[in-house]
C-alpha cells in the first residue's frame, strides 16, 4: 500500500535553530498538509498545500513556520527560529481529493522534533 | 464551536468486550465524522467514516453510531481484541469550506487478553 514517508524519524535541535522536516507524499496525491501531537494531546492542524499554494492555515502556523515543495515528489515543513514549545511530533499527510470533503487523508509517520 | 470533545480519556476493556468512545460538537455545519486510530511511534490511520445524513455504519466489528439531534457520535468496537489496543481519535470537518480534520483529544484503549 502506498504511504507518506517522512524524515528525519526524529531531530534534537537547539532553541533559535531553523529546522526542516521532511516528506514524500503518496505519488498520485495532489493535497498536502502537516498536522502536529505535543505529546500526550491531539493532533493539530497547521497548514494545507494545493496547486503550489497554501490552502488553509491554522492559528499555530505563524510566520516562523513556511512550507514548501520544492520539486514533484517532496514537501517540508520548516520552523526559522524553534522554541520550545514546538517540540511535538510533526506529521504530514496527503490526499488525492480535498481533505475535509470526505475524502481519505493519509498520515506518515511523523517526525518527532525536541527542541532543548 | 471548532472543537470535538471526546471521552474517556482511556479505557480498559476485556478481550471479547465492547470498546465504546464517545464525540460530542457543537458546529451543525461539520458534515465529515472520521475515526482515526494510532499505534505507538505511527500516524494516524483512518478506521471508519460518516456523514450526518445516516445514523450508523458497520465495518467489521467497528461501528459508528452518529446521533444528530444531539451532536454526539461514538465508535463501538465490538469483540474487542488485544490487537485493537491503541488510542482512537474522533475528527470533524466542514466539507465544502475547509481542508483540516479537527481531532478529538483521543482515548487510549487496552484490551486485556
Known amino acids: 500500500e502506498p504511504e507518506v514517508t517522512q524524515t528525519p524519524s526524529h531531530q534534537v535541535t537547539q532553541m533559535g535553530q531553523e529546522v526542516i522536516l521532511r516528506c514524500v507524499p503518496i505519488s498520485n496525491h495532489l493535497y498536502f498538509y502537516w498536522y502536529r501531537q505535543i505529546l500526550g494531546q491531539k493532533v493539530e492542524f497547521l497548514v494545507s498545500f494545493y496547486n503550489n499554494e497554501i490552502s488553509e492555515k491554522s492559528e499555530i502556523f505563524d510566520d516562523q513556520f513556511s512550507v514548501e515543495r520544492p520539486d514533484g515528489s517532496n514537501f517540508t515543513l520548516k520552523i526559522r527560529s524553534t522554541k520550545l514549545e514546538d517540540s511535538a511530533m510533526y506529521f504530514c499527510?496527503?490526499?488525492?481529493?480535498?481533505?475535509?470533503?470526505?475524502?481519505?487523508?493519509?498520515f506518515g509517520e511523523g517526525s518527532w522534533l525536541t527542541v532543548v | 464551536q471548532q472543537q470535538v470533545k471526546q471521552s474517556p480519556q482511556s479505557l480498559i476493556v476485556q478481550k471479547g468486550g465492547i470498546s465504546i468512545i464517545n464525540c460530542a460538537y457543537e458546529n451543525t455545519a461539520f458534515d465529515y465524522f472520521p475515526w482515526y486510530q494510532q499505534f505507538p511511534g505511527k500516524g494516524p490511520a483512518l478506521l471508519i467514516a460518516?456523514?450526518?445524513?445516516?445514523s450508523e455504519k458497520k465495518e467489521g466489528r467497528f461501528t459508528i453510531s452518529f446521533n444528530k439531534s444531539a451532536k454526539q457520535f461514538s465508535l463501538h468496537i465490538m469483540d474487542s481484541q488485544p490487537g485493537d489496543s491503541a488510542t482512537y481519535f474522533c475528527?470533524?470537518?466542514?466539507?465544502?469550506?475547509?481542508?483540516?480534520?479537527?481531532f478529538g483529544s483521543g482515548t487510549r484503549l487496552l484490551v486485556r487478553p
Open positions: 460518516i456523514r450526518p445524513d445516516v
Open positions: 475528527a470533524a470537518s466542514l466539507m465544502d469550506s475547509s481542508y483540516k480534520l479537527i
Open positions: 499527510a496527503s490526499s488525492l481529493y480535498r481533505g475535509g470533503s470526505g475524502n481519505t487523508i493519509y
